[in-house]
């Protein structure tokens, strides 16, 4: 089992920058991949970024270019850098850490979500 304790969200203006961060603990040699979620209100929830443990990298197209995933192995933590944020990217962020990822990826272990809303 792995527990997974997210912070960094809140609340910004259009353009403005957050890093949400992932602590996670645990059977932590079961995560081969961990990734970023979000889900906004009557929509289901999303991947936005993911990384594997080798360091390769995806992006949802709608966060390319604004948003870096990246992970700190020694310190089993993951990071979600936000930049030139969006009202569209105002949803609940959740983390994953699991065997895999794709769009509408509901395996592996989640954090509880940290909310990440932008005003314009």
């Known amino acids: 089992q792995v527990q997974l304790v997210e912070s960094g969200g809140g609340l910004v203006q259009h353009g403005g920058s957050l890093r949400l961060s992932c602590a996670a603990s645990g059977n932590i040699f079961s995560i081969a991949v961990m990734g970023w979620y979000r889900q906004a209100p009557g929509k289901q929830r999303e991947l936005v970024a993911a990384i594997t443990i080798s360091g390769t990298t995806n992006y949802a197209d709608s966060v390319k270019g604004r948003f870096t995933i990246s992970r700190d192995n020694a310190k089993n933590t993951v990071y979600l850098q936000m930049n030139s944020l969006k009202p569209e990217d105002t949803a609940v962020y959740y983390c994953?850490?699991?065997?895999?990822?794709?769009?509408?990826?509901?395996?592996?272990?989640w954090g509880q979500g940290t909310q990440v809303t932008v005003s314009s």
């Open positions: 994953n850490a699991g065997r895999g990822f794709s769009n509408y990826y509901t395996g592996g272990s």
